[in-house]
């Protein structure tokens, strides 16, 4: 069942308001969803209290996904699906602030590395710390993806870091774009939110989640930049998930599916 609105949208607004401002509330009463899309992941000096960068939480990661928490999955691929590869060509979509992107352009095993994003400030950021390492190997593209034009059967590896949950129509989208894409033997990584779409999380799953934020220590569960305490999770509604940003999680339940129709799984 869908929520329209729940208390965690009205907390939300309010502590959005404290952390960003004014000028960032009004900047998702633009009409045109593509802007406010791109107003969301555009700015460039604000706090972040995103939990995933909390040092013990990528460690944990790491160690899910490599068995070493000081290995991340970026040099887990390389070490272990990539070792004996040269003359590689990649593209990312949706690369934002190309963080990981620069970080595989470091090997030498890749020829070509594209990024396309929408956000214009996080790609010319990207592109001068990118200068500054004097990378000659990868290229940043600022693009509306609909507008940006993929040359088939090009690519050695299709990437996504957190952006494939931005992408609406995933079978489509992944059983087409994408893998037409690809050279024969072409590799799709992702690293990605793959649960419910909007984040219209089941009954079951709220559940847990506030069984959760029971064992969590009071010192951990005040809000930031607030004294207020987290004590339950109401979910998402979704009009706060339509205003603030039309391409969030729009069709993410559908990507596992897609992917495991189209692709053969080398590892998950």
Not at 146 to 168: Q, T
Not at 179 to 194: A, P, Q, Y
């Amino acid at each position: 069942m869908k929520r329209i609105l729940t208390l965690d949208d009205i907390i939300d607004v309010l502590h959005k308001f404290k952390q960003r401002g004014l000028g960032f509330l009004l900047s998702k009463l633009n009409i045109y969803g593509i802007k406010r899309t791109e107003k969301s992941f555009n700015q460039l000096e604000y706090e972040s209290a995103d939990w995933w960068i909390i040092p013990k939480v990528r460690q944990r990661w790491n160690l899910l996904l490599t068995g070493n928490k000081d290995l991340d999955y970026k040099e887990y691929l390389v070490k272990n699906h990539l070792q004996h590869s040269t003359g590689l060509r990649l593209i990312s979509l949706g690369s934002g602030t190309c963080h990981h992107e620069i970080e595989l352009a470091k090997y030498s095993i890749f020829e070509e590395i594209i990024c396309v994003d929408i956000a214009k400030d996080r790609m010319l950021e990207a592109e001068a710390r990118a200068n500054k390492l004097r990378l000659k190997n990868i290229e940043f593209v600022c693009a509306d993806f609909n507008d940006y034009s993929i040359p088939k059967e090009y690519f050695d590896i299709v990437f996504f870091h957190a952006s494939l949950h931005h992408f609406d129509n995933i079978e489509s989208f992944v059983g087409s774009t994408i893998k037409n894409s690809l050279k024969t033997n072409g590799l799709l990584v992702i690293n990605e939110f793959v649960g419910a779409t909007r984040l219209q999380f089941p009954k079951h799953q709220i559940k847990k989640i506030n069984e959760a934020l029971k064992i969590i220590p009071r010192e951990y569960k005040t809000r930031y930049k607030s004294n207020l305490l987290k004590k339950k999770y109401y979910g998402s509604g979704i009009i706060r998930m339509i205003i603030a940003d039309p391409s969030e999680c729009v069709d993410s339940a559908s990507i596992l599916p897609a992917i495991h129709s189209n692709f053969h799984t080398i590892i998950e």
